[in-house]
Structures are given as structure tokens and as C-alpha cells.
């Protein structure tokens, strides 16, 4: 297994490197649309309100391949051409978005309404309130769930491979074609996953702890 | 965050160690071609995305094709016209471990014999001469192999064929996306995330007989003839295998295979592809 990683050591790094960044920019770009969408569902607004809701059931209830595959072979057959990097990054934030927006959305909703009633009792706009009051309360409720998400959304962004994304897993796959060193191949990918996430996991643990 | 990453490190050295002994495990070997002979029957791994070679009919769900019809009559003349064969959908990435995970007997899916597969497969005489080439739209300006080593390019190929190996030595300077069937190289072409797709002639114009928009150019390449393979060691299986390609080649079943499948392809070299 070692010798599988040292004789290719520079094709898993760029596969490992590639796979961080996908994940970092999905990871940014999902929490923030899905935060956006999670508050727009708590709207009033009947119109707003429904378009998150349509937006999240559909992304959520899509294969996150299904969206990557129309990202790089459909979208570029009227628009523009996207690589397939671009395709898996969009694939990969759109579907995780939709559930981060279903986590927060909860936990927006778990906070007590007289929290948002006092704030606005006391002078706060809406979007004080929510910036101030109700958000930061609703964040800590959810980061065991929200950490989950982060550790799926990595483990997803393994869909690069099927676009060509030369990600951890295209470069594990074009490897173990290559050399038929199937198992220490995909073992060595699969060592390689873990040290992105398993930090993360305690990371999300060490926070929840720290804030309860 | 020291002891974090401790943990961290301690778990991960676990796992390694979980994994390493894992991975010794070997599986004793059988013998492929006594099992078979018992059972008259032979599990095929074989293509479902290719057509010419091995296509799934939508309308009826059977795979067909000229690497299918070739080994029905290798099984029927090895084991006599009651034996079965039975097929197994397999992609370029799965067909070796699936053989030797023992999933499958003998693998007829369009692979080209070369030295590296030679060391872990066993192969049979070649039954198809095979050679690269190029797939691109109408009116492209690539007209062949040379025209395609810029920097710049992206290539379309499949994941663990040998046409992988071929740009890199061939069009150094290209880049190759690779995907994970047919389908998907030819979706991706489509779509313009390449300017070309490579793999063996046969296969090209299967797609391009499909797909009059695209046709193949610059002739073959590469002289890579096709082989059916069976696990490394399974020697018994693929010298009957050998006498069974004999056989039908001398009765003219293979000329017939041949003519069926490949008759009426515009552009096509018969006499390129009778080995």
C-alpha cells in the first residue's frame, strides 16, 4: 500500500488538492446559499417563502450525479461550455445547499418565537434581530447536523470523477486502470479521504463542545 | 488541538493497520476451465455500451454484438451446442477485477493484448485487429493524430483503455479527460468539453454510424489487436479457448461474424479487422 503512494505520490497530491479545493469552495458557497435560502423559507412572503421551498425539494431530491452530469453535458449544448471541475464544484454546492438550507432552517425555526418579539420590542429591524439574535442562537443548535453535511459534501465531491474533475478519486481510478493495483489503489484514496475528514469531524465535535 | 490531533493520528495508523491486513488476504485459485465444463457454461464479461461489440438492446435487454456472437460460438464449440453462455455487463475499469475476483470466466470486450495486461491476464491468439484512431465532428480542422499535439487540446478517452497510454505517447502535449464509458466520452465530445475522442477504430465507427454528424479520421494509429483474456494462470481455459478460435475461424463462422457486423460500415477495412 505504501509503495503505491510513493511511486505516485505527485498524481494522488494533485488529486488530494484538487479535492480540498472543490470542497472548500462548495463548502463556502453551500453554506452561505443554503443559509440564504433557509431564512427566505421563514418568510412571511407566500412567493419567497414557496421559491426556497421549490428550490430545496428539487436540489434535494436530485442524485448530486444526476446534477453534476447536466452541469458538464447538457448546460454546454445551449450555453457555454463549463469544465468539468466547474460542473462538479456547482453540482456539489447546489445539492448540499439544500440540505444545509433544511438544517439551519430548523434551527431557526427551534429558536423561541418570543426571542424574535423581544428583539423587536427593543428597537431591532427584522434583519438585526436575525443577524443578532436569532441566527447565532440557531447556528450553535445546529452544528452537530451542519457537521455532517461538511463531512457528506467531501466524501459527494468523489462525483468529480465521473466528469473529469481530477479529483482524489478520478486520479485513484486512472491509476488502478493503469497499474490493475486495485485494492492498495483504493485504499490509499480512501486513507487520503480520511485525513480531510476526520479532522474536520473532531473539529465539529471539539466546537460543539466549546459552545454548548 | 494537540489532543485532537493525536486522536486524529491514532485513529488513522488503526485504519492503515485494519487496511494492510485486509489487503493480504488472497483468495486460492480454482480452475476455471474444470468448473466450466461441469457447469456447460461460461460467464462472460463483456461490453454493454459499445456498439459493434456488445450493446444492450434496449427493446429486448440482450446485450449484442461481435464480441457476444464470438464467444457464444467459443462456448458452443468448447463445450458442445447446449452449453451456455452467460454475460456480464463490464466497463474497461471493472473487467479485471471482476475476473479476478473469479465474478467471471473469461473476459470478450474489446481488450487489446499489450505487455502490462500480459503480465496479470492470460490471452488468447488475437480474434479482431484493432487500431486507434480519432472521432470528431464534421468540418473539425483535426484531420488526424498529429493535429491534436497542441497544448491546449483536451482529448476524450475511457478510463483504463489503452488509448490513455497511446495520446500521452503519441500527443504528448494534449490533454485527456477521461471518462467512464462510451456514452459518457461521446456525451462529453458532444457537448464540446474536448475537440476529439480516441479509442480503437471499430468502436468509433459504431458511434459514428450512429451519429452522422461525426466521423472518424486519420485512419488507424496503432496496430492493437483484440484477445480474449482470462485470469493469470488459467492456462487449460485459454489454450481450449485457442483450439475453439481455431475451429470456428476454419469452418468460416468467424468470416461470417465478421461480414455481419462489419459489412456495411462506410470506410471500414474488412481485411484490417480479420486477424
Not at chain 1, 430545496?56 to 468539468?84: C, D, H, K, W
Not at chain 1, 438544517?103 to 429558536?111: E, H, N, P
Not at chain 2, 456480464?88 to 475476473?99: N, S
Request: positive net charge; hydrophobic residues 45%; aromatic residues 12%.
Amino acid at each position: 500500500m505504501i509503495h503505491v503512494l510513493v511511486n505516485n505520490w505527485q498524481v494522488f497530491l494533485s488529486g488530494f488538492f484538487n479535492t480540498v479545493l472543490c470542497s472548500i469552495l462548495a463548502l463556502f458557497f453551500s453554506l452561505v446559499i443554503g443559509s440564504g435560502f433557509a431564512i427566505m423559507e421563514t418568510f412571511q412572503n407566500k412567493f419567497l417563502s414557496g421559491f426556497a421551498r421549490a428550490y430545496i425539494e428539487l436540489f434535494r431530491n436530485i442524485p448530486l450525479l444526476v446534477i453534476t452530469m447536466f452541469f458538464y453535458v447538457v448546460f454546454p449544448q445551449y450555453f457555454f461550455t463549463i469544465s468539468g471541475f466547474a460542473a462538479g464544484t456547482i453540482g456539489l454546492t447546489l445539492y448540499t445547499s439544500s440540505f444545509i438550507a433544511e438544517t439551519v432552517r430548523a434551527g431557526i425555526q427551534s429558536i423561541d418565537i418570543g426571542q424574535m418579539e423581544g428583539a423587536r420590542s427593543n428597537g431591532l429591524t427584522y434583519w438585526q434581530a436575525m443577524k443578532n439574535i436569532i441566527l447565532p442562537q440557531a447556528f450553535v443548535l445546529v452544528i452537530p447536523p451542519l457537521g455532517n453535511q461538511f463531512v457528506n459534501l467531501i466524501k459527494n465531491s468523489s462525483v468529480l470523477a465521473f466528469v473529469a474533475g481530477f479529483d482524489l478519486m478520478y486520479q485513484g481510478d486512472s491509476l488502478a486502470s493503469q497499474t490493475f493495483d486495485t485494492i492498495n489503489t483504493y485504499l490509499v484514496v480512501g486513507v487520503l479521504y480520511l485525513i480531510i475528514t476526520l479532522p474536520l469531524s473532531y473539529y465539529m465535535k471539539h466546537l460543539e463542545n466549546k459552545l454548548s | 488541538m494537540a489532543k485532537l490531533l493525536k486522536k486524529t493520528l491514532g485513529l488513522l495508523v488503526l485504519m492503515m493497520a485494519v487496511f494492510t491486513l485486509t489487503s493480504c488476504g488472497q483468495s486460492s485459485q480454482t480452475n476455471v476451465y474444470q468448473n466450466s465444463k461441469e457447469a456447460k457454461k461460461i460467464v462472460w464479461g463483456v461490453k454493454s455500451d459499445t456498439k459493434l461489440f456488445g450493446l444492450v438492446n434496449i427493446k429486448n435487454g440482450k446485450t449484442e454484438g461481435f464480441d457476444i456472437d464470438i464467444a457464444k460460438a467459443i462456448t458452443k464449440k468448447m463445450f458442445g451446442k447446449d452449453a451456455k453462455a452467460e454475460f456480464v455487463a463490464t466497463t474497461a475499469k471493472t473487467k479485471v477485477p471482476l475476473l479476478k475476483n473469479n465474478s467471471i470466466d473469461a473476459v470478450a470486450a474489446t481488450m487489446t493484448i499489450t505487455p502490462e495486461r500480459k503480465k496479470i491476464l492470460d490471452f488468447t491468439k488475437p480474434y479482431f485487429g484493432a487500431g486507434q484512431s480519432i472521432l470528431v465532428k464534421k468540418g473539425s480542422s483535426i484531420k488526424g493524430i498529429n493535429d491534436l499535439n497542441k497544448k491546449g487540446t483536451q482529448v476524450m478517452a475511457v478510463k483504463g483503455t489503452t488509448a490513455v497510454d497511446n495520446i500521452h505517447k503519441y500527443a504528448p502535449k494534449a490533454k485527456v479527460l477521461e471518462l467512464d464509458d462510451y456514452a459518457q466520452a461521446f456525451s462529453a465530445l458532444k457537448s464540446g468539453q474536448g475537440i476529439a475522442m480516441t479509442t480503437d477504430n471499430g468502436i468509433l465507427f459504431g458511434i459514428a454510424k450512429e451519429n452522422p454528424n461525426y466521423q472518424v479520421v486519420g485512419g488507424a494509429f496503432t496496430n492493437e489487436p483484440y484477445g480474449l483474456a482470462v485470469d493469470k494462470g488459467q492456462t487449460e481455459m485459454r489454450d481450449h479457448m485457442n483450439k475453439a478460435l481455431d475451429e470456428i475461424k476454419a469452418d468460416g463462422t468467424y468470416t461470417k461474424l465478421v461480414k455481419k457486423w462489419f459489412g456495411s460500415i462506410p470506410g471500414f477495412d474488412l481485411k484490417e479487422a480479420e486477424e
